[in-house]
Every structure is written in structure tokens, then in C-alpha cells.
């Protein structure tokens, strides 16, 4: 039998917008490396979202974008200031250290955003040859427990870092989730608030592999595509991944794509509200849920439904919806949570 899945938008597959601009794109011989006219004409996309002088750059994974990203801003001695729960602390396997060499800053958080308060008690010792010397401010957008910041705390962040002498770096793996909750544009909540340097995700909104990196701030520009080549993150075929972002960033795919992800997670939370027994323990704000609840539950609907055990001391799961969850699949995981209740 299927399983349903609300593990995460990288179980989803590819929206067919997007595999048929992949098809498109292989029908003859192209230059490699980036200097075919797919890639020309999704970097212009971008421009039109984003400014006409933004410099944009393909890489393969969250992971590897992210990674390139705070490589071209950082020395070894520098350090990332970044919350607890961020994917580049919790989910890179350590690969921002190993190839930056720099330390992470933790500021603890509760709901996945950091304020300039947490960074201020992590942001010290400046001059101090024995510290390492904070250089990267990094939020992810949405956070990884599904919240978003609003332009405002995003602008209050990035004034704190350009007063101190700082950039400000943004994970938007599921930026276009964010957009959508905001009722904003993509530029709106990054350059215009102040972000110098982007991961735009692409694989958890309907592609099926392929992020970029957007640089605001032109003195970071310079050494990016031999960081991405050292990196291991330049796709030979390349045209592959630009023709994707060009599907996903044309007809307002990128927005449709998530408001249907960020309306079927509202609509999960609201049938969970039924249940006393379920609690859900952040704002809904994005495509991911999560809540507590009773450990027998977990076991029986993981055995239908895909779905991570976030938090195991506390029973807490996340629960996540992408652009081809369908309400079919909510109705029969909340119809299975009422049998199983009842049994
Ligand atoms: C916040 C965030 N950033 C980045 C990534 C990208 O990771 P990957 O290297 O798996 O594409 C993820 C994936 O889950 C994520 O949740």
C-alpha cells in the first residue's frame, strides 16, 4: 500500500510544470557549466523578481547553497551567529565548519527566530585575538519550526548587523512558503529588509533538484564561482537546473506551489484541533506542523503515514504538507486518528 506523507516537501515529487521544462531543455547539445541560454534567461527571471543587479548562482542542494553562501562571506576565524534550531547547526552534518572553518554562534530559541537581543549576548569579544570575531548573521525563512519573520524583524536584524559591521545571510529553503503567509513578494522580505546574501530554495516548492544563491551585496560577489567550484556544487548540465527555476519562477508557479502547501497545513491544524489530546505547539504559519501527542497514536498512524517524530523526550511530530498534498490525504489521517481513538 502507498503511504501518505507528511515527512517533508523532499518527499514530494516534481510538479509537471517543471519536469516538462526539463524535458524541454533536453532536446540538443548546450554549453556546460552555466553559459547556456537556460540558465542566461532564469538568472534574467531572477533579476525581475529580485533587481536587475542581483548576481544568482545554481547549486545542487540546501545544504551545498548555504554553505557556499557563508564561504564567501567568512574567514576561518569568523564566526555565524544563528539560532539553536537552524538547519545549518542541526541538519548539515557539520558541513558549514568543515568547509568555512568557522564556528557557529547558538542563540537559543524557542519557536525558530532569533532577535537582536539573543545576538547581541553572542556577538562579543570583538578585537579579542583569542575569540573568534562574529562576521554572519544567519535566519532561515521560514525556520525550521515552520514560523516566519516579519520584514520589520528581518529589518531590525540586518541594521544590526550593518552597524556592527556584519552581513546578514538568509536560508530561505522555503522562502516562497513565507512570501505567501506574508502576502509579500520574494524581494520584499529579503533585499528591501535588508538580507545580503540568499539561499533560495527550489527543491521543497515542486522542483526536483536545484537552489541558488542570490548576492544583494555586490562586494560579496567577487570570488562566488570559485567557492561553488571548490565547493563541488557546479552542475556540468546546468541548463537542468535553470530551466527548473525558470518553470517555477514564471505564471507565479513559486507562489501557487505554496499557498496550496501553506493552506492544506492550515487545514491539518484545524482538524487536529478536535482532537483535546493533540496540541499543536507552533503558530502555523508556513507548511509545517507540530504537536504533541500520545506516544500510541505516533506508533499506530506511522505505520500508514509517513511523518517524523520531531521532539522523542516530549511525543512532539512534524508534520508537513507540499504543493501536491491533497485534502483527500488530511481527511483520511484524521479519520484514522478517530478510529484509532475510539478502538
Ligand atoms: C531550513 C532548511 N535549510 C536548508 C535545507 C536544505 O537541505 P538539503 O541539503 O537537504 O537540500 C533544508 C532541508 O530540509 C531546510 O529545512
Known sequence: MKKISFASDNYAGIHPDILRAISDANRHHAPAYGSDEYTASAIETFREHFGADVEVHFVFNGTGANVTALAAMNASYQAVICSDKAHIQVDECGAPEKFTGSKLLLVP?????????????????????????????????????????????????????????????????????????????????????????????????????????????????????????????????????????????????????????????????????????????????????FAIMPEVLITELQKKYHFYVWDEDRYEVRLMTSFDTEAADIEAFVRDIRELRTA
Open 109 to 289: 530559541t524557542s519557536n525558530g527566530k532569533i532577535t537582536v537581543d539573543g545576538i547581541r549576548r553572542q556577538w562579543r569579544r570583538l578585537g579579542d585575538q583569542h575569540y573568534v570575531q562574529s562576521h554572519i548573521i544567519s535566519i532561515s525563512q521560514t525556520t525550521e519550526l515552520g514560523t516566519v519573520y516579519t520584514p520589520d524583524e528581518i529589518r531590525d536584524i540586518a541594521d544590526f548587523a550593518h552597524s556592527h559591521q556584519m552581513y546578514l545571510h538568509m536560508d530561505g529553503a522555503r522562502l516562497s512558503n513565507a512570501a505567501v503567509f506574508l502576502g509579500l513578494d520574494l524581494k520584499s522580505i529579503t533585499r528591501d529588509a535588508g538580507v545580503d546574501v540568499l539561499s533560495f530554495g527550489g527543491t521543497k516548492n515542486g522542483m526536483m533538484i536545484g537552489e541558488a544563491v542570490v548576492l544583494f551585496n555586490r562586494a560579496i560577489n567577487g570570488n562566488f564561482m570559485y567557492i561553488r567550484k571548490q565547493s563541488m556544487q557546479l552542475a556540468s548540465k546546468m541548463r537542468f537546473i535553470s530551466a527548473q527555476f525558470q518553470a517555477l519562477l514564471t505564471n507565479q508557479l513559486w507562489q501557487k506551489n505554496a499557498a496550496h502547501a501553506n493552506d492544506m497545513a492550515l487545514l491539518l491544524a484545524e482538524k487536529l484541533s478536535e482532537f483535546s489530546d493533540i496540541k499543536v505547539t507552533q503558530s502555523v504559519q508556513g507548511n509545517a506542523i
